[in-house]
Each structure stands twice: as C-alpha cells, then as structure tokens.
C-alpha cells in the first residue's frame, strides 16, 4: 500500500487539494470585480517588469532634461505630456510602477517578517510574552500609521529608503493582531493538543499547525496592504516626503503637479490614476481572495 | 455682517441666507470696502507667528512689523536709499564712532504717547539684551549702555569701534514704545511673550486681528504722523494679509478677485498671469544670492580642481531657464545692488573643456564619486536646480545624490566641516548695504552659519574683510571688497549662481507699488499703496 | 465594571508613555539643531545657543525627555519652535478644526454608507449591489489628497460654486469662541450667514475625508444585514405577514447600530490621521496641517503633540466604544 502511494501521481497524491484550489479558482472567476483586480494587478506587474522596455524615453527618470520641451500637452510624441523639466510623463509614470511595487512588497515583506511571528508567539505562548507583545502593539496601533511615518520620514530626510523604513516600522502591528487572533483560537484545536501530546517540539507545533493554518487571512490582507502601502508611501511623496528627485514616483510628481493645476492638468491627473488603479486593483483582488479564503471576515 | 468691514460677498451671503449661500458664488469680487476707502487683501505662503520687531524678520514678519512700526530711517526706492523715518538727521563724528540723531517733534505711539528718545533708547537696548532676531547686526559694536538719550529729541550711540555701515542697519531696528512694552513684562522678558501677538508702534497701520497661521489684519492709523503720501482721501482704510500655502489657489483667489495681489508665484503661473485682463506684474531684479557651496575641507570639493570643474561643468544657462528667464546670472559673489560689486572678469561659465582639464590636474582626473547636494526640504527651485547640477556633472562622469533636509537638520550638518555636506544650496538675502554683510560670508568667522557651509579658511580674503569694515575712506574700502571678490571667485568655494527676480502679480487698479532691493522676498512697503477704483 | 475601566485606564497610561518615548525617540534620530530655525538665518552662534538654553535645548536627551514627561503630567506639550507658543495652546486652537471636520465626515459616512449597505444587501448580488460595492471598494483605494485637488479644482476654480481653502471668507468675521467649531458656534451665535459660509468652506475637505469611513460602514453594514436577513425570526416576521421593507428598515437599523459603532471606534483615530493629508489639501487649519507643516521644518514638538493626542483620542473613544457595546449588546456584559 504505502508502495501504491509513493507511485500516485502528483495530481492523485494532492486531489484534494487540487479539487480545492479548483473551486477557489472558479469562484473567484464567478466574481467580475475580483478578475477585474486581478486584471489590473497583473498588469501592473507587468509594467514593473517590462517598464524600461515600454517607456519610450527612460532616461527621462533619470535625471534628463529638456527645458525646451517643458509642460507640453498629451500628444502623439508624449502620451501624457511632459512636465516641468520636459520629461515625458509616460516614460516617468511607467517607471514608477517599479518603485511603487518594491515600495508595496517591501512593506509588506517587513511587515509580515516583524508581525507574524510576533503574533504567533502571542497567541500561541500566552502569559506575560503575549501581555508585552500586545501592549507595545496597541501603543503602535493607537497611532494612525501615517502620522508616526510623517514624523520618522521628516526626522530621517525624505527619500524611498526612509520611506519604507517608516511605513513598516507602523504597518506590522496589524499582522500581530490578526496572527494573534487566531493562534489564540487554533492553540486550543484537538490537533494541537493532539501534538502536544505525542511531545512535539513546540517549533514543530507552530511551524506544521499554526503557520499554515493562518496563511489564508494573511495573503488575505497582505494583498489587500499592497495597495494600501503604496498608498501610504504617495502619500508621504504628496506631503513631500518621497522619493528623492530624479527617481520617478507617483506621489512626489503630484506633490510638483499640484502648482501647475489646473492649466497643466496632466501633471497631476495620469500619476494619481494610476495610483487610483494600481490600489483598486490590490483591494478588488483581496476582497475576491477574501470571498473565498476567508469568508466569515467579511468585515470592514 | 456683524464686523465693519462688508464685503459684497458677505452681504450676498446674509441676504440670501444658509440655502442661497450654498450657490453664491460671486467671481471676481475686487478689494474689501469699509464706506469709501477700501481694504487691500494680499496673498502669501508664509506665515507671521511673531510680531515682535526686535525677535524675528523674514519676508511677511516684516511685512507686518514695517507697516505697524517706525524706525529712525527707512529704506526706499531701488537703487535703495535710506531716507529719514523718525529721525530727522543724524551725524556721526569724522571716526564714525559716535552717531547722533535728532528726531522728529511729532511722532507719536498709536496710543498717543510721543516718541521720544528715551523710546528710541529702550528699543536699542532691548534688542541688544534679547540676543535674538536683529540682535547679530549691531552686538558687536555697541553696548545697551553706549545708547544714551541726550534729550527728549537727540538719541547717542557710541561704537566699540569705526563703524561706516552703521546708518544702514538703523532701519531695520524699529521703536517700540516702553511704557506699554514695560506694563506686559513677565519674568524679566523685556514684554517678549506680550509683543509676540500685541504691538506698541507708530507704524502707519495698527494691528487689529492677529490668527499668525491664518489671517492679519491692519487698520490704517487715520491720523498717522507722517501723513499719508497719496491723500488721506486715497489712502487704505486697512490691510488684510490671507496666509494661502498652496500657489495654486492664489492665483485662483487672484484670478477670482478675492484679493488683490499675490506672491511667491511660480514661474509658469506668472507668464500666464501677468497679461491676464485685469491683472499687472511688478517684476524686478532681486537682491537674493544663489550659490552651492561646497565644502572647502572634506571630500573631492576639498579639491580647489574638482570645485573649478564642476563650476565650469554647470549648466548655467538652466538656471535662467528654470526661472523662466526672470533671473539674472552672477557676474561677483556680491550681488549688484551692494556698494563696492564689481564684475570679476573670468567667474566660470559653462565650458566642458575648461571642467575636463581642471578635473584632470585634480586626484580624480576621471571623475567616478558621487557628491551629495543638500537643499531644504519643500523648496521647489532648489530642488529643479538640483536636477541642472546633476544633469551638468553627468559629462565630467560625476553623481548627484539630491537631499531634501529641514533647516535644522542642514544647519547642524553644515555647522562642522566634518559633517558639512559636499554641496548645499543657499540663498543669501542680505539685509541692508553693508558689504560687510556679503564679504563676511567667506571671512572664517562665518563658519558654522549657514552660509559658511563652505569652511573655508582663507587669511587674506579674512585681513581685507577686517580692514573694510572699519575703513572710513570709501575709495579704500571699495578697493578691497574689490580684491575681497577676486579672490573669491579664484577660490570657488561656491558656484555662483543666480538673482532669480522678485515677483508679484496684482489687479490693476492697486496703486502705489514700489520696488526696493533691501526688503526681503515678497516684502513690499505698504504704506503708499492705494485702490484706485470707484 | 468599575474594575474593568479602571484596568482599562491604567492600561491606557502605560500605552501613552510608550508613545510617548517613540515619538520622543523619533523626533530625536537625525542629527538636528531646531533652535537655528528660531534664531534665523542671519543669528550668530551665541545666540542660537540663547534660544538652544530657552527651549532646555541644550541639555542632555534623556534629561530632556524626563522634563518632556513631566511637562505631560501639567500639561505641558512643550513649546513649538516655528510658532513661539506652547504645542498645548497651538492644540487648543488648531483641534476644534480638525475635530469639526472629522464629525461632519462621519456624519456624512453614517448618513450615506448605512442605507447604502443596507440597499446593497437588499439587493444582493444584482447590478446596484455590484456598483455599490464597487464605489466602496473605489473610495478607499481613491488618493484622498489626488481627489481633493480634482475636486477642489472642479467646485472652486471652474464652476466657482464653493471656495478653494480655509475655514471662512474673510469678509466673515468668526463667531464667538465657545467650542472652537465654527458650525457650532456660529449657531449658538445665530449667525446663521457665518454657519452658511463656514459650511461652504467644510463640504469638500469633509467629503473627501469620509470616503474611506464610508466604505467601511457601507460593507460591514451590507454585511450585517445579509446575516440578519437570512436569520430564522426574519423569515418568521416575514411568514406573519410583516412587509419586507418593514423588516429590514426595523431590524436592519438596530443591527447596524453595534458594527457602524465599531467603526467609528477604529476609523476614529485613522480618520484624525488622515486629516494630514485633506487639511494640506484644503489649507484647513486644524492639527494636520500643524503636524505637516512642523515635520517639514523639522520642529518636532508640535509633531510629538499631535501623534499624543491622536492616540489620547483614540484610546478614549475605543474605551467609551467598549462601554457602549457593553450597554447596546447585553450578552456582552454577561461575559466580560
């Protein structure tokens, strides 16, 4: 028998799984919004992968300049225009995809790398770890994130690096109480106790019980952060706190754009839309994730 | 409605109430009215948080504090002129270490006390032992004990040393009047706390509501000493200054009527505005240095070549052009407006042969380092300037690091050679004709202030600075701010960039603008002004 | 319950000292001379050093830091560099402002996004449910500083219809000072021009400042009425003979209650935080443009003052959201 197993194919070994997955596929097909998210987000990724392929002129991100070409009209030569130093907006815009998608995965990244394992500690160990864990994470949730980032960024100097730095140092604490949350819940199951019982290590326990069964709201809102992290980080561009000239960023040019509204409108409008986009994109993609990962939280 | 003043608007808006307020939208609406005479509202980024004249001065503190407060002389006019405000003459002994001023008979504080020479005396002296704000100009010189009111109408200042420029900081020290200064006084503050929000000036204008971050606003001293210059029948009933950050939306309130005249605008704006029916330009050469400097003692600046290549790499003509031609480019490291410019022959210019050859004679013949440029954060043209620089340093195979930093943080930096950063921008506004203010900027006592970011140490540049500033014979003295530039411009201890024009845009029926150098940016004198409009 | 808000207070304390020593540390990273920034450009090196000692700049950090913390327990935030005054007195003036902005938002998100969940679940699964959820999903992920320039642009610059930036015209003298709100004030006043106006200036930052609060209510409410929808005594109230639209306006209405409440409760403080970016936007003097407009400077005090007293609020209002959800839903009581 175990002899029969070993010879299954993959698909037999993992049917289960596989009918699973084939459901989850088909629901989240079922719903137009979530393949209109997923649209959008794979093709922003791939913008960020091909971007200095697509961007008729790159090295206008990189610092160029042409003063004789500036504030020029969307035309068939420059899509979007061009801004205050004559650099094509497409090519800017474009290129910024990359930054905002690094911006996202890093932040989201440090975040779950900082908060998930906070959490499970929390919820899993209990007693005075969780007492610390979830006091210091209420101190950083007390505070909206985007006000510590403006005061970290300002203290550091503006720039993406800084940026990122202080977005993650104020976006973990969601993930330690969602983590918590749940570890708390799973710390009681059967199969955990069973575990327990027959002496697994307690690393063993949170690596092959709890982790995987938290996964689902994890990818649940890391996604849905993507967009949201991106957001964070034009914001602090807007508030002019952004990337560090001449890196292309989309809420540092419409930090720059806003002086030449409305008469030079396309400076402004063709970054914030594809922030707009990019960040519908992530929350129309988790909320489908959500739909079918993890449809009792369907909470605001 | 419940105030004085009636704008249009605000009848508009009682008449029809909360329902039709909603819809009222009324364009172009001129200058507030009080009866016949008219308010005038001006538009600007910058706002007053202390009115104090002895703490603090930029350009829209000033604004107000010149308006609310007299002084003994007053700049006017460009080329600027000092002519006599509260003191009707002064003389100074043949070694100009005594300095004598008789004032006028009918001064008098707005609320009624004469200004008198003990008040003239206070006001030195309580600038003096405040330490802050216009502190710098004279501590050097002058004692709070060497100030003595000789009588009611003659004020003395007896300086520590020969002192030629002195007349030309007298206008910037205003008088305070003691008796109300002294009444608010609160643990030993010289009335401190109390003159940050409160005045006691004979200004021409007297504050009548204050919300610094927000909106000032001044009422006309009916009965001001001096008189008004354009008819009491022309002149403003009073004065509003509306802090609106955004450049955007005062041109819109500009464009709309909802004030009269605005500042700070971009240079794009100001080229679509400044034909615009209904509205006329003032525009005119600055006073306001820009350079980089670079850092005389560290790193690849420390290189005399590397500091020549890189001036003779820079784009100067972006300069201009980020400026939309409304700059002028510097021909001294002195600004022309001072006594004593000269054009220095040979100032580099762009010229990629010249910047390859001096890079070659310097330690990195090829380039290959990066060099961090430093300007403060939310400034725009700093920032495009940035952008020229690294764009002009791409041939000579050098790199730009562009950083925004708050002023305090520059200014720690840039306090230590150390951790001065390669390049920083700065503007230098100098406030008043005293080339010393200028020359002192390259002298080694200007280290560890922002403009001595440099750290450059040069013992002749700082023998001939020490000799001018004491020198009585004018001839003399301009001989050796002469050399003071030459020497300079052969140390490069900066690139010497541009006067970038000082710009405001108006409704044309405000009457009575005028230019002088030696206000600050978006300073004007409002005094004269008037609305020549029914 | 007594025992339960005392706890809850003591626990609020200690958050607050720990934010307290962030932001402290915070402000304190870079290498920073914000006396310069009082003394001016043109001030010598001693008299910086004057206003260093003036503002107990020039003693050692954590000496700084004791002096910071017992400044707080008297209520003093320290003193703004940029404005001369104290952050306490800036917060006093600048946060009624923020705070009216704030309320009439989620004024607007509660009067807006209820029915619109309730609509939403209603209808479930047809086409205004999809648009709905769609325009809830676009709110959020809408740059609120992007759009309100779109706005700001459309409404005030093209069709004239509302002004660009601050709180009132300046043609309109503010009401007497009672709470800081100029709505409110100017109805205590009866001046019913001033409240016109002063409502004119609030519509746009207020409705940008909603939409995220909005689409929030509007889910969890959708939500909320499709469980109770589906629950027994719904159908029972509807077997009786009971109409639906009765059913779901009486039943729907009293379930919304607790979850739009959890909302305001978590939005509170993000909503107070998001005003940093529509008061930049609106030019609205309120504490988000003071935190801005400090950090930018690099005057950190007021930035330290206004993170504190955002998280203050919030701990507040959670706690009273708390005590209200213990008096609202009584199976709640029972257990804690």
């Not at chain 2, 002192?440 to 750290?455: D, S």
């Amino acid at each position: 028998m175990s002899l029969a197993l070993r010879r299954a194919s993959f698909a037999e070994r993992h049917a289960a799984s596989l009918r699973q997955l084939r459901f989850f596929a088909w629901s989240f097909g079922r719903s137009p919004s979530s393949m209109l998210g997923l649209a959008i987000v794979l093709g922003f990724l791939l913008v960020a992968a091909f971007g200095p392929w697509i961007a008729p002129y790159p090295l206008d991100a990189e610092g160029a300049m042409n003063l004789g070409n500036r504030l020029k009209p969307p035309a068939a030569a420059h899509w979007f225009g061009t801004d205050e130093m004559g650099n094509d907006l497409f090519s800017r815009v474009v290129l910024a995809t990359r930054t905002s998608l690094w911006v996202g995965l890093t932040i989201v990244g440090m975040a779950t790398v900082i908060g998930v394992p906070l959490g499970i500690a929390a919820g899993y160990f209990g007693g005075v770890a969780r007492a610390v864990i979830m006091r210091v994470t209420d101190v950083f949730l007390s505070v909206p994130g985007i006000v510590l980032a403006l005061a970290i960024v300002a203290a550091l100097g503006p720039g993406i690096l800084n940026g990122i730095i202080a977005l993650s140092i104020v976006w973990w604490p969601g993930y330690v109480r969602l983590v918590e949350a749940k570890a708390l819940a799973l710390r009681n199951e059967p199969f955990v106790e069973a575990a327990r019982a027959v002496g697994a290590s307690n690393l063993r326990i949170l690596a092959v019980h709890i982790l995987p069964n938290c996964t689902s709201p994890i990818i649940v809102k890391a996604s849905m952060d993507m967009g949201l992290a991106i957001l964070a980080a034009a914001s602090l561009g807007f508030i002019g706190l952004g990337a560090k000239p001449p890196a292309p960023e989309w809420g540092a040019m419409i930090s720059v754009a806003r002086t030449y509204m409305p008469n030079w409108w396309w400076y402004a409008v063709f970054p914030g839309l594809a922030i707009y986009l990019t960040v519908l994109g992530f929350n129309l993609f988790g909320d489908g994730l959500r739909d079918i990962l993890d449809p009792k939280s369907n909470r605001g | 409605m419940q105030g004085p003043i009636i704008g249009r608007r605000g009848a508009i808006a009682a008449g029809l109430g909360a329902a039709g307020a909603f819809a009222a939208g009324s364009p172009a609406r001129a200058f507030e009215r009080d009866g016949n005479r008219k308010i005038f509202v001006f538009a600007g980024g910058q706002p007053v948080p202390v009115l104090d004249p002895h703490v603090r001065y930029d350009w829209s503190t000033r604004l107000i504090q010149q308006s609310v407060y007299d002084a003994l002389a007053k700049y006017v006019n460009d080329p600027p002129q000092i002519v006599p405000w509260l003191a009707e003459r002064w003389e100074s002994n043949p070694a100009q270490t005594v300095w004598t001023f008789h004032l006028v008979r009918n001064a008098k504080f707005h609320n009624g006390d004469p200004v008198d020479a003990e008040a003239v005396r206070y006001s030195f002296e309580r600038g003096l032992r405040l330490n802050k704000g216009v502190a710098w100009m004279l501590k050097d010189v002058l004692a709070p004990e060497a100030i003595k009111a000789v009588d009611a109408h003659t004020v003395q200042f007896t300086l520590t040393r020969a002192m030629p420029s002195f007349i030309t900081y007298v206008p910037l020290w205003f008088i305070v009047n003691p008796k109300q200064v002294q009444a608010n006084v609160a643990n030993n503050d010289y009335g401190e706390g109390w003159l940050t929000r409160n005045e006691a000036g004979s200004g021409p204008f007297k504050v009548r509501r204050f919300e610094p971050q927000s909106v000032i606003q001044l009422d006309a001293v009916a009965d001001y000493w001096k008189g008004w210059p354009q008819g009491d029948q022309r002149r403003l009933s009073g004065f509003i200054y509306r802090i609106v950050r955004e450049p955007a939306a005062r041109r819109a309130m500009l464009q709309r009527g909802e004030v009269d005249m605005i500042t700070e605008v971009p240079a794009d704006d100001f080229e679509l505005l400044k034909n615009a029916r209904g509205i006329k330009p003032e525009d005119h050469k600055g006073f306001t240095t820009f350079a980089i400097t670079m850092n005389t003692t560290k790193g690849p600046t420390a290189d005399l070549n590397v500091r020549k290549a890189i001036a003779h790499a820079m784009d100067y003509d972006a300069l201009i052009q980020i400026h939309n031609g409304a700059a002028t480019l510097l021909d001294s490291p002195f600004p022309d407006a001072i006594p004593g410019h000269v054009a220095v022959p040979g100032i580099p210019r762009r010229n990629l042969e010249k910047a390859r050859e001096f890079l070659a004679k310097s330690a990195h013949p090829n380039g290959g380092f990066e060099l961090e440029y430093v300007h403060v954060q939310g400034l725009e043209d700093p920032r495009r300037i940035g952008l020229a620089l690294l764009n002009s340093l791409q041939p000579l195979n050098i790199k730009v690091n562009i950083v925004a930093q708050p002023w305090p943080t520059m200014v720690a930096r840039g306090s230590k050679a150390e951790t001065a950063p390669d390049m920083v921008s700065v503007y230098v506004t100098p406030v008043c004709t005293d080339p010393d203010v200028i020359a002192g900027k390259y002298h080694t006592r200007a280290h560890g202030q922002f403009w001595g970011m440099h750290h450059l140490t040069d013992a002749q540049i700082d023998g001939w600075v020490d000799a001018a500033r004491v020198e009585t014979d004018e001839a003399k003295r301009n001989a050796l701010y002469a050399d003071v530039q030459k020497r300079v411009v052969d140390l490069q201890p900066e690139i010497f960039g541009m006067l970038a024009n000082r710009r405001w845009l108006m409704r044309d029926y405000l009457r009575g603008f005028q230019y002088c150098p030696l206000r600050l940016t978006g300073e004007f004198d409002l005094y004269p002004m008037w609305v020549d409009a029914a | 319950m007594a025992l339960f808000v005392l706890r809850r207070l003591m626990l609020t304390g200690l958050m607050l000292f720990g934010l307290v020593l962030i932001t402290f540390v915070v402000s304190n990273v870079a290498p920073s001379d914000p006396a310069a920034l009082a003394a001016g450009p043109d001030a010598t090196r001693d008299m910086v050093e004057t206003i260093r000692k003036e503002y107990g700049l020039d003693r050692p950090l954590p000496e700084q830091f004791v002096h910071y913390v017992g400044g707080l327990l008297t209520g003093d935030l320290g003193r703004s560099i940029v404005t001369t005054r104290s952050v306490m007195e800036d917060l006093g003036r600048y946060f009624p402002a923020t705070l009216e902005l704030v309320l009439l938002s989620m004024t607007f998100g509660v009067l807006v996004g209820v029915p619109l969940g309730m609509l939403s679940a209603v209808l479930k699964n047809r086409a205004p449910d999809h648009a709905t959820r769609f325009v809830a999903v676009s709110l959020v992920a809408l740059p609120a500083f992007w759009f309100g320039i779109l706005l700001q642009l459309l409404f005030s610059v093209q069709l004239e219809w509302l002004p660009t930036s601050g709180r009132l015209d300046i043609a309109t003298p503010p009401p007497p000072f009672v709470t800081g709100m100029l709505l409110v004030d100017s109805v205590l006043a009866g001046q019913w021009a001033t409240f016109a106006d002063a409502l004119r200036h609030a519509v746009l930052p207020a409705l940008v400042l909603s939409f995220p609060c909005l689409a929030s209510i509007l889910r969890v409410n959708r939500a909320e009425m499709i469980e109770v929808m589906a629950a027994d005594y719904v159908t029972a109230a509807r077997a009786h003979g009971i109409s639906r639209l009765r059913v779901v306006c009486v039943l729907a209405l009293r379930n919304a209650m607790l979850p739009t409440l959890a909302i305001i409760g978590l939005r509170w403080g993000w909503m107070l935080g998001s005003t940093v970016l529509v008061e930049t936007v609106f030019d609205w003097p309120g504490i988000g443009l003071y935190a801005v407009s400090s950090a930018i400077a690099g005057d950190f005090k007021p930035v330290m003052g206004v993170t504190l007293l955002i998280g203050v609020n919030f701990m507040i209002i959670n706690l009273i959201v708390d005590l209200l959800y213990g008096v609202l839903d009584p199976r709640l009581r029972a257990t804690s």
